[in-house]
């Protein structure tokens, strides 16, 4: 059997697997260089004399996940210019998504020996390639990752990339800021090691708060199975109301927890201006000294940052959902998720 390098995707031919990359991937190279060129009425002509007729559904499939936003976009003008003014009916939201996907996870050795978690296969796919389907599917294309252990590895198409080279010595938390100048809009905040629905998503989406975390009420049932992830390590919340009161790992009882968070947010503009704020206060104020659950902030959980926000005066929501999702954090988990898929995420 053979694997393709960019998304993991498996073959059972040499063939099979050139086939595949030349369609699957090489057409977004040339459908970023037609970008531009979508209102032109030499793009078909284009196409067909360079890639040929076969080539130019997938070319088309390439261009609309890359520049679909752009495509509706001149299509609703073209409309209007006819006296069909559909623009009202859609809503245009400049959002991205930051996944973080550093961490060394020595709890899935032999599994990442020679790859990061995110790349781990389950069902055929990779965690981070099913993160990457459902942001796109739900509209958002425009996604940063944070490479870390094995970033060499993470290699996406249209996708940017940036880099932790300190990732065995701090904690996710600085991860996510090597990303701070991707954060001047409104952006989900993803963990790399988890699987999640696509409804799941588009919840979260609707949510209007400032900021947001997706909390699954139901999480006990998630702890039946797992051993080695005790749930000292889940991140618990306690909330009054609509608001999440507190968060974090092994400070919460259990019977008093309201659900764990699971690794999925959203900040607005103005969230994300919030979370920039009290990070840079955090830096100075909490460098060398212990930052909530972590010795210092360099080495903090994103959790610890929520919790100063809250600390703070800062309102965080919860977005309450029941199961669909599932953490990988272990070889058990691993084995786990893998024999129960399609009862977790409804998929074949």
């Known amino acids: ?104 996870s020595n709890l899935l050795l032999p599994l990442t020996e020679d790859k990061p978690e995110c790349l781990l296969e389950i069902g055929s796919k990779t965690i981070l390639g099913r993160e990457l389907e459902n942001l796109r599917a739900c509209g958002v294309n425009d996604i940063v990752v944070v490479r870390g252990y094995r970033g060499d590895k993470i290699r996406y198409p249209a996708v940017r990339y940036y880099d932790n080279r300190d990732y065995k010595s701090t904690g996710i938390l600085k991860s996510l800021f090597q990303a701070k100048g991707e954060m001047d809009a409104e952006f989900i905040f993803c963990y790399s090691d988890i699987l999640y629905t696509k409804e799941v998503l588009e919840l979260l989406l609707r949510e209007r708060s400032d900021i947001a975390l997706v909390v699954d009420i139901d999480w006990e049932s998630h702890y039946h199975e797992r051993h080695l992830h005790p749930v000292s390590e889940a991140e618990l919340v306690r909330v009054e109301g609509d608001r999440i009161i507190e968060i974090g790992r092994n400070i919460i009882p259990p019977g008093e927890a309201h659900g764990e968070f699971i690794g999925l947010a959203r900040f607005s503009k103005n969230g994300a201006g919030s979370l920039k704020v009290i990070h840079d206060w955090a830096v100075q104020n909490y460098q060398d000294r212990a930052f909530h659950t972590s010795p210092s902030v360099d080495k903090a959980s994103f959790a610890d940052l929520i919790q100063e926000l809250i600390d703070q005066g800062y309102p965080v929501s919860h977005v309450d959902i029941r199961g669909s999702w599932a953490e990988i954090d272990t070889v058990e988990d691993f084995d786990r998720v893998s024999k129960h898929l399609k009862s977790i995420l409804k998929v074949s």
Do not use: P
């Open 1 to 104: 059997m053979l694997k393709c390098e960019i998304c993991g995707d498996v073959f059972k031919t040499a063939q099979g697997l050139a086939g595949h990359k030349r369609l699957r991937h090489g057409a977004y190279g040339f459908a970023d260089e037609l970008g531009s060129a979508l209102t032109s009425k030499q793009l078909h002509r284009k196409v067909v004399n360079r890639l040929g007729e076969k080539l130019a559904d997938r070319l088309a499939e390439a261009i609309l996940e890359t520049r679909g936003q752009e495509i509706l976009a001149l299509y609703l003008e073209e409309l209007s210019r006819q006296g069909l003014d559909l623009r009202s009916l859609v809503r245009s939201r400049d959002i991205r998504a930051i996944i973080v996907a550093a961490g060394e």
